[in-house]
């Protein structure tokens, strides 16, 4: 089943905030987020595991709260180049692809 | 760098056509996927491959086949288009293990219009 993403698009203005979330209705083994700009192929930010810490990818970190099957993409700052989709995909196991599902994503746009 | 090829960028075919689209990773990787890119629907999962000859469905397997032959090659094939085959399709590989096992590397992917 297709984790939710909220919310589906935001806009913000470059130095500013966002947060984007996802949230899945199974028990999930890890989060992982990605990033597609406009014409290119998703690229991995990072992964949240299971019992793990929060991660961080330069100026974006997430959590994952694992009661709530729920994790957090943080955005501090913004800039330009953050502008794209966000994709979360889940796995409720680890090592396996066939359990790996993508959220619907969220639309970033940073304005100078 | 880890580098996913696609066979074409763009593709225009005709209703009924058996179309191919090809799928080449150069990092040894025995995960691989083909997805399926529509707006508002995010990436969904076609076909999984772990390994040579071995492959799984995924969410949306119906009216699609996939060929895997070679480790480093993953084929996905449509036996009869159709317009509602007309989106993006994305392929990735994931490798099973070392420091980057959980990432999945995309292809360019290929924009598929069938008229």
């Known amino acids: 089943q297709q984790p939710v993403q909220s919310p589906q698009a935001v806009i913000l203005r470059e130095g500013e905030d966002a947060v984007i979330n996802c949230s899945s209705s199974?028990?999930?083994?890890?989060v992982h987020w990605y990033r597609q700009k406009h014409g290119e192929a998703p690229v991995f930010l990072m992964i949240?595991?299971?019992?793990?810490e929060q991660m961080r990818h330069e100026k974006i970190s997430a959590s994952f709260n694992e009661k709530k099957q729920q994790s957090s993409l943080y955005l501090t700052a913004s800039q330009l180049s953050y502008s794209g989709t966000y994709f979360c995909?889940?796995?409720?196991?680890?090592?396996?692809?066939?359990?790996?599902?993508f959220g619907p994503g969220t639309r970033l746009s940073v304005l100078p | 760098d880890v580098k996913v090829t696609q066979s074409s960028r763009y593709l225009v075919k005709r209703t009924g056509e058996k179309v191919f689209l090809e799928c080449v990773q150069d990092m040894d990787h025995e995960n691989m996927f083909w997805y399926r890119q529509d707006p508002g629907l995010g990436l969904r999962l076609i076909y999984f491959s772990y390994d040579v000859k071995m492959k799984e469905k995924g969410d949306i397997p119906e009216g699609y086949s996939v060929s895997r032959e070679k480790k480093e090659r993953f084929s996905l094939i449509l036996e009869s288009a159709s317009t509602n085959q007309t989106s993006m399709y994305l392929c990735a590989s994931r490798p099973l293990g070392g420091s980057s096992y959980n990432e999945q590397f995309f292809g360019p992917g290929t924009r598929l219009t069938v008229l």
């Open positions: 995909g889940t796995e409720t196991q680890p090592k396996t692809g066939q359990n790996f599902v």
């Open positions: 949240l595991l299971k019992g793990g």
């Open positions: 199974k028990a999930l083994y890890s």
